[in-house]
């Protein structure tokens, strides 16, 4: 495990060294709350420092079983104590990892602490609520390591989840869990890079060099090798920039596969909105508009380090989207990859460019599904808010796999339709179609409604506008901090998990 994420591990007792130790507190028969996950050996040190017992105690403090609270109890033998609420005794996964990221949250925000080791002690067995923990738990303790002349010691090191039973099933939970949180952090702290240090060029190279540890090939196009290749929409929306646009390409093969399964990611590094230039307000948050690309990588890194048995190719489009004397226009006509043409509609309608020629290169491969990954449109975010991510899909088949996956993951995302009307307010009298429909009514649609013009009959496609949660403007919660999110890496693997077992 890299230094992005505490180690995890399962044991049956409380390890030697706890510097904390979390434990949980439910609602057991209507009112009454009830510790969860309490150790002996623990409550007999409490019992010996301060005469009372850890359940005792945490009543005096007031420790509660309402979800989303955290009570710091007296530390004992050095070893702090903490109590999260899990809500009913009853949990779910959901509950469990926000939970246990409420908790490392707290821990890891405490006053000056470094290399924590850390037991979370809340009484799982079942593997899938052993994972959802362990996700909680290393997600909960992220933190982006700011750009610094001193490097900022991480706060966990380690996390040791404590449960009742250590068998198989846990420990392969357990995995999959730090496979999976990995995953997420490093496509947060990609969000998070400033986008003089994260563009195209070093972008694709952080993508190589993650992936390097897994089997997957990975295959980097520069701008010549996009325009030997004809990628029209990519080259026109990287053009502006005097850092050049990369497509990346990623592939994990495994033996035995049979679902084929495309992903493709927005990777805008800094959308200034171009010669259609955004104003200064709007044009702040916007070296996020990458998180699509972050999260497709980091999702087949977790895939292929869960050695699922599904065939993954990833295309992460990365383009930075300025003004300058070789930007494209509005009003531009584009000869795309599939060799479709586009009179440019907005040049701030950067993503659905580079995505659709991310698209038409990923359908040449013949897989099964393509989900693309994008902070597409504003239009979402008025529609969905700030934690919902919008679902548009080719097929009602599609759209349930899409938002099952979701579910089991625990990130949230809502169908949004596409209408025949929609799809024809795409036409254009200069070229096949336009990219944008000319006024803002339901952007979002309009957005899919292109997309869904690159994808080939008889291959299944859905598009995860996640403009609204890929970055959280407020105060962190549960086990989603402030910043960059990592949001739809889980959705993707569990996605890849369902293709798999299938
Ligand atoms: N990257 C933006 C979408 C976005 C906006 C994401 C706000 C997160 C927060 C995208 O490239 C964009 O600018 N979209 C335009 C499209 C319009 C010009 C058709 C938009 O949503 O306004
Ligand atoms: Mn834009
Ligand atoms: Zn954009």
């Not at 109590?83 to 959901?94: C, M, R, S, Y």
């Not at 980091?298 to 292929?304: G, L, M, T």
């Not at 698209?359 to 979402?380: E, F, K």
């Not at 899919?448 to 496609?461: S, T």
Request: proline residues 5%; charged residues 20%.
């Amino acid at each position: 495990m890299t230094e992005l994420c505490p180690n995890l591990t399962l044991s049956t007792s409380l390890p030697k060294r706890a510097d904390a130790v979390l434990l949980g507190m439910a609602t057991i028969n209507q009112d009454q709350p009830a510790l969860v996950g309490l150790l002996p050996d623990l409550d007999k040190a409490y019992q010996k420092a301060y005469g009372t017992s850890i359940s005792a105690m945490a009543a005096a403090m007031g420790a509660a079983a309402k979800e989303g609270t955290v009570t710091t109890l007296p530390s004992v033998d050095g070893t702090r104590v903490l109590v999260v609420g899990l809500g009913d005794a009853d949990v779910t996964p959901d509950g469990v990892r926000n939970a246990a990221g409420n908790g490392l949250r707290a821990i890891a925000g405490l006053a000056d602490v470094e290399n924590l080791a850390v037991a979370v002690s809340l009484e799982l067995s079942d593997p899938e609520l052993i994972q959802a923990a362990g996700e909680g738990a290393l997600l909960g303790s992220y933190r982006f390591t700011p750009i610094k002349a001193e490097t900022t010691p991480a706060a966990v090191q380690s996390v040791t989840l404590v449960s009742p039973v250590s068998n198989a099933g846990g420990k392969s939970a357990v995995e999959l869990a730090s496979v999976i949180a990995e995953a997420v952090c490093q496509a947060r702290t990609w969000t998070n890079t400033p986008p003089n240090l994260l563009y195209p060029e070093t972008f694709a190279e952080a993508a190589r060099s993650f992936l390097k540890d897994q089997k997957i090939a990975v295959e980097i196009l520069d701008e010549k090798a996009l325009e030997k290749g004809g990628y029209g929409g990519i080259l026109a929306v990287g053009g502006g920039s005097a850092r050049k646009p990369r497509l990346v390409r990623m592939s994990y093969a495994p033996r035995g596969a049979s679902a084929h399964l495309a992903l493709v990611g927005k990777g805008i590094t800094f959308d200034s909105g171009g010669l259609d230039i955004k104003p200064a307000g709007q044009m702040a948050g916007m070296k996020f508009d990458m998180s699509g690309a972050a999260a497709v990588i980091a999702a087949i890194h977790a895939i292929a380090a869960a050695g699922l048995k599904v065939k993954v190719t990833a295309y992460a489009a990365m383009a930075e989207n300025l003004p300058s004397g070789t930007s494209f226009r509005s009003s531009d006509v584009l000869t795309m990859f599939d060799g479709q043409t586009v009179e440019n509609y907005n040049t701030d309608a950067e993503g659905r460019l580079v995505l659709a020629d991310a698209i038409g290169r990923a359908a040449q491969d013949s897989p099964d599904l393509i989900v693309d990954v994008a902070t597409l449109t504003g239009a979402c975010m008025v529609a969905l808010g700030l934690r919902t991510g919008g679902l548009i899909t080719n097929g009602e088949e599609t759209s349930d796999l899409l938002l099952d996956a979701a579910e089991a993951a625990g990130e949230d995302f809502w169908e949004l339709p596409l209408t025949e009307y929609v799809r024809g307010q795409l036409k254009s009298p200069v070229a096949d179609m336009k990219s944008g429909a000319g006024n803002r009514w339901g952007g979002a649609l309009v957005a899919g409604a292109f997309l869904e013009r690159f994808v080939p009959e008889g291959i299944g496609w859905a598009h995860l506008d996640i403009a609204g949660p890929a970055d959280n403007p407020e105060e962190a919660y549960g086990c989603t901090p402030k910043g960059g999110t990592g949001v739809s890496v889980r959705t993707l693997v569990a996605l890849a998990g369902q293709l798999a077992t299938r």
